[in-house]
């Protein structure tokens, strides 16, 4: 037997891709973010690791979460060096040189990573309203350095991406519940 819906509640979904914005780690002002400009997040994924606990006596075992992250992959289409260096954590630096017409990319020796704040924004503009889903990630940083492939100039697609996966960890911070994402969705009447 075949258990379907008879509709899909439209006002539930979410259409499009997110708008990806940084800011240093601890920041939700707005002002302070940091546009990554054109890019697609991937997949958003809340990884929890389970433990469980059964006494003895006891039929049924105690089950709870001993760890968590979040983890956003996403590709970068427009990245400069002031961007690559908002999203590395402090991997690598940004400078800006006396002729102020190139910025060079600097790396190697760091050895510290610095958690920043994400925001990915999604906009969908409903009736006339603009409704947004916004995912706050509060403290994460790169899972690796700065990586791409390049593309052949008479690839049909020649645009070079680069991609990106940061993992947040527990802000302590926050209070419990909500120390690592929040996704907030509005409710439409």
Avoid at 173 to 186: A, D, R, Y
């Amino acid at each position: 037997m075949i258990h379907q819906n008879s509709s899909v509640d439209t006002k539930k979904l979410i259409l499009g891709n997110y708008k990806i914005e940084t800011a240093a780690y601890g920041t939700s002002t707005a002002g302070t973010w940091v546009n990554l400009g054109a890019g697609i997040v991937n997949s958003f994924n809340h990884n929890i690791t389970k433990y469980d606990v059964q006494a003895g006596n006891s039929p049924d075992p105690i089950e709870g979460i001993s760890g968590e992250t979040f983890t956003v992959d996403m590709e970068l289409i427009e990245y400069d060096a002031s961007v690559l260096a908002a999203i590395s954590c402090g991997g690598v630096t940004a400078d800006t040189t006396s002729s102020s017409t190139q910025s060079v990319l600097k790396a190697g020796g760091n050895t510290e990573l610095t958690p920043r704040a994400y925001k990915l924004t999604n906009r969908r503009l409903v009736s006339g309203a603009t409704k947004e889903t916004v995912v706050m990630v509060f403290k994460a940083t790169m899972d690796t350095g700065l990586q791409f492939t390049a593309k052949s100039d008479n690839d049909t697609d020649p645009i070079q991406t680069m991609a990106v996966t940061i993992t947040a960890k527990l802000d302590s911070t926050l209070s419990v519940g909500s120390q690592l994402f929040t996704v907030t969705k509005p409710i439409w009447t």
